[in-house]
């Protein structure tokens, strides 16, 4: 057991675990930060605003103590050094609050609290280096001033989401309204107020992104459905063989044979009852997949009110610009609908709304020579139908006149003579939507009606609905859209292989690439930004060919689960937003599709799991038994957790979690470790419970241990020492000291 | 007596009970899917759902190997259970009740001009589609294994 080169105190955080992870892997473990560090500052920030203007309990500056010097270890830990120093030197305001050195003030708590905002602003801007610098600077300034008692008070950091800061700080320092996450863990409420539901106002952009982890379980989940599904084949086969196995061997005179056929029958029943209750939880986790995503669906839910708010600036400016007055009268404002189908909405329906202004509604003076009001009305109207919005956009212009439009069709050529006779006027206006009709200039002039009515049109489809147009001749227009209230967007790029368009979640997408492909062979590796990624021709995976006189294709670099492959295509289409579908019962056992979507043309275009792909450019993973070992990881922090098990998983061990002492004892309990590597501070049961415990039994006393703390203090090693613990690390961890401790002696 | 729809597959024509049939529609653009089995001719948009083309032929081992299917191809949406899918023909002949065959063969109906139809039934055609549709992926879930980069051109 080697000594401790630092001061396990002195928790400045040096730039070894830097190199630690590739950068894929440390925004992964930084998200994860992000969201752990964003409830610890929370439970911090409630701690400050309790807290009196002239006294704070001890226990809670403790407390404060605790939480801040966890959160410097887990920093550490993902290579956040900035916010690993700013809490380090909290930590040391702390220290001196405690011992006295320093004065607690109200003053001195709101320097703190403006610290504690400024971390969160960090935690969250983890992402933006150039941001991130910036907001550290801010902090230094804030800390300069709590050190200094609270007097110079520092200028506010900026937060990058002021909505998600605590609500109503309390100015007089008399009390705090607790965190609205939980309303109900204080009494400790405003007078007047008492009454109120709390309510929460978040960014929608965090919506979004929790919506597209959603969209990303519900991937996920279709995977473990189709992989439970499989295993369940593969049982059914392995009984059959057992029934055979089992009628043979009990004819025969063998009874070591017999018995041990009995014993396989007896495990592959179980294996059976497993798979069946396998599948029965993939259902659960379908239900609450879904019920997660219509929760979230609800919450996005706006009222078209605001969407009108958008449109009725809009409206002005293009009356003013055609010189047109025009009124633009709406109704059913408190219609509800996804936030996500109103955004996609927006462009669309101010491209109808310039066309009813430019084309439809006719000048003052034609209107008054026509009996019309001289100012034009336009009436845009939402309601509900069933589980659809409809969305009605009217105006009382000229219409358009079917002949027109028909003598257009024909004179152009796009429709024969009979076809366009044989048309019903309905059919002739829905010609309209036509690309080839819409976008020619002299129809539109002469029917009265814009450009872009198929850009409207696919817009609409893409997101599921549908939309008609009808037109009465000198009383005006009117676009009726169906859309679906609720519709599960993602981020995908698209892309050509043999005249088909594929989607990849976007996520999943780092870059772009060229392959040379003029020679036959083809290289198995592709030369990227940051190194070679295995190559893999998905022409040849889709069953189509390579372009044959092209000297090289468009790949696209993929990263899924910290593994990155490219894969060929013909043609880049780019990034867009599409409406994920199942694909159904009969399809989604395929296990290269992770869903479909349809095109603003109608076509549906496949999405490709990105999984699947992996699988073609890696190995699978080493089986049982090759690895360097099996050990057991017990930490609270969820960052740290998946931290140790990327550095171990790539040392070659067989790494599995625990969240809590409790949780590690248990897995202790059913499989075979080779170590454990523990944290001290757990929930349920701390670490030093766990390694007594672990001491205390007859099969793991032996059990290597490494214990892995931000509190690896003196007593604490001694006590380590005299349970036989092979070493005790501070966070951050150093990565060859870990794999050099679990290193057999 | 069964009230069907009768329709022509090529050459064939074959009745399927109304209770079946959601509705007849005008196939869009079709796409194919590379490792679906035969028996799925590839997916079509039907009101913005992603719904399998069905290719009886190939599902009732009339022919191997699959036969790329185009827009503008009639198709019924049939549904059992939780299972849509389009089943593609070639036009609708007659929507009519007719009576069983002599012979006591269930499966068997008479037109009107007296000609002999086989019944379909769609739970039963779905279940080997989804059988087809097993095999596929277990044979895609082989191809995956092996692991597999870059090649000769």
């Known amino acids: 057991m080697s000594r401790d080169k630092r001061d396990p105190d002195d928790g400045r955080v040096s730039g070894v675990v830097d190199e630690s992870f590739n950068t894929s892997e440390y925004r992964a473990l930084r998200l994860l930060f992000r969201d752990e560090s964003r409830e610890a500052l929370e439970r911090v920030a409630h701690l400050l605003l309790r807290a009196g203007p002239d006294r704070i309990d001890p226990d809670a500056l403790t407390e404060l103590l605790r939480a801040t010097h966890s959160l410097k270890g887990t920093a550490g830990t993902v290579g956040l050094r900035d916010f690993a120093d700013a809490a380090h030197r909290l930590e040391g305001v702390l220290e001196r609050l405690r011992a006295g050195a320093l004065a607690w003030t109200a003053a001195v708590r709101d320097s703190i609290v403006e610290v504690v905002d400024g971390l969160r602003a960090l935690a969250d801007a983890a992402e933006d280096e150039i941001e991130a610098a910036e907001l550290a600077k801010n902090l230094g300034r804030a800390l300069a001033a709590v050190s200094a008692g609270g007097q110079a008070r520092a200028p506010l950091p900026d937060p990058v989401d002021p909505d998600s800061s605590i609500p109503d700080m309390d100015p007089d320092g008399a009390g705090g309204v607790p965190s609205p996450r939980h309303p109900t863990d204080s009494g400790v409420h405003r007078s007047g107020r008492r009454d109120e539901p709390a309510q929460l106002r978040v960014d929608p952009a965090r919506i979004d992104r929790l919506m597209d982890s959603v969209g990303e379980l519900i991937f996920d989940r279709t995977r473990i459905e189709r992989r439970a599904t499989e295993l369940r084949g593969s049982l059914e086969q392995l009984a059959l063989l057992r029934d055979a196995m089992f009628a043979s061997a009990e004819a025969s005179a063998d009874v070591a044979l017999r018995s041990l056929v009995r014993e396989l029958s007896d495990r592959v029943g179980k294996l059976e009852r497993l798979a069946g209750e396998l599948l029965e939880d993939t259902g659960a986790l379908r239900r609450t997949g879904n019920a997660l995503q219509d929760g979230l669906t609800d919450i996005r839910m706006q009222s078209s009110r605001s969407l009108f708010q958008r449109l009725a600036p809009q409206v002005r400016a293009l009356a003013r610009a055609a010189g047109v007055p025009v009124r633009l009268i709406t109704q059913g404002g408190e219609t509800e609908f996804d936030k996500s189908v109103a955004d996609q909405i927006v462009e669309p329906l101010i491209h109808l709304l310039r066309n009813a202004v430019a084309h439809g509604i006719e000048p003052p003076e034609v209107r008054r020579a026509l009996g019309k009001p001289p100012e034009g009305q336009i009436t845009l109207s939402a309601r509900h139908e069933g589980r659809s919005v409809v969305i009605e956009l009217a105006d009382d212009g000229a219409g358009v006149d079917p002949r027109v439009v028909r003598q257009r069709l024909v004179a152009s050529g796009r429709w024969t003579d009979s076809r366009a006779k044989m048309a019903s006027d309905d059919e002739i206006l829905r010609a309209l939507f036509d690309a080839r009709v819409s976008s020619r200039e002299e129809v539109d002039e002469l029917a009265g009606r814009g450009i872009g009515l198929d850009a409207v049109r696919d817009t609409v489809v893409r997101l599921g609905g549908e939309i008609a147009v009808s037109s009465t001749l000198g009383i005006g227009t009117s676009f009726t859209m169906r859309l679906p209230q609720t519709t599960s967007i993602s981020n995908a790029l698209l892309f050509k292989v043999a005249g088909h368009v594929f989607a990849i979640p976007n996520v999943h997408v780092v870059d772009t690439a060229r392959v040379e492909v003029s020679s036959p062979a083809i290289p198995s590796l592709l030369r990227v930004r940051d190194g070679a990624v295995p190559l893999v021709l998905l022409h040849r ?66 999405i490709l799991d990105p999984a699947a792909l992996v699988r073609l450019a890696y190995p699978e993973t080493a089986a049982p038994g090759r690895t360097a070992g099996r050990v057991l990881v017990a930490d609270d922090s969820r960052a740290v957790r998946e931290a140790m098990a990327l550095l171990l998983e790539r040392a070659g061990y067989q790494v599995d979690l625990a969240d809590s002492g409790l949780a590690a004892w248990r897995l202790l309990g059913r499989a075979h470790y080779d170590a454990l590597v523990t944290d001290l501070e757990m929930p349920e049961m701390g670490g030093f419970e766990l390694i007594q415990r672990v001491r205390g039994d007859a099969l793991l006393s032996a059990l290597p241990v490494v214990i892995i703390s931000s509190r690896a203090t003196p007593a604490a090693r001694a006590r380590a020492a005299s349970l036989g613990v092979v070493e005790v690390l501070a966070k951050p961890v150093e990565p060859d000291r870990l794999l050099a401790a679990l290193e057999p002696s | 007596m069964k009230n069907v729809i009768v329709f022509a597959l090529g050459q064939a024509r074959y009745a399927v009970e109304l209770r079946w049939v959601r509705e007849v529609f005008t196939v869009g653009h079709v796409t194919p899917v590379p490792h679906a089995p035969d028996a799925v001719a590839g997916v079509v948009n039907f009101r913005g759902a992603v719904m399998p083309l069905i290719d009886l032929d190939a599902v009732l081992g009339r022919r191997s190997g699959a036969q790329a299917a185009r827009a503008g191809e009639t198709a019924l949406l049939i549904e059992v259970e939780e299972l849509t899918a389009a089943l593609r023909l070639t036009s609708v002949v007659e929507v009519a009740t007719l009576r069983e065959a002599p012979g006591g063969d269930p499966e068997l109906l008479v037109d009107s001009t007296g000609r002999q139809v086989p019944l379909i039934q769609p739970p039963e055609l779905l279940a080997r589609a989804r059988q087809a549709a097993a095999a596929a992926a277990g044979q895609l879930a082989i191809v995956l294994s092996r692991p597999e980069t870059g090649g000769e051109r």
């Open chain 1, 541 to 606: 995976l889709l069953g189509a060919p390579l372009p044959a006189d092209a000297r090289s294709v468009p790949a696209v670099v993929i990263d899924y689960a910290s593994r990155r492959l490219a894969v060929t295509c013909d043609k880049i289409v780019g990034p867009r937003e599409i409406v994920v579908k199942d694909l159904g019962p009969l399809l989604s056992p395929l296990p290269l599709y992770a869903g479909g979507t349809i095109s603003g043309s109608g076509k549906v275009q496949l």
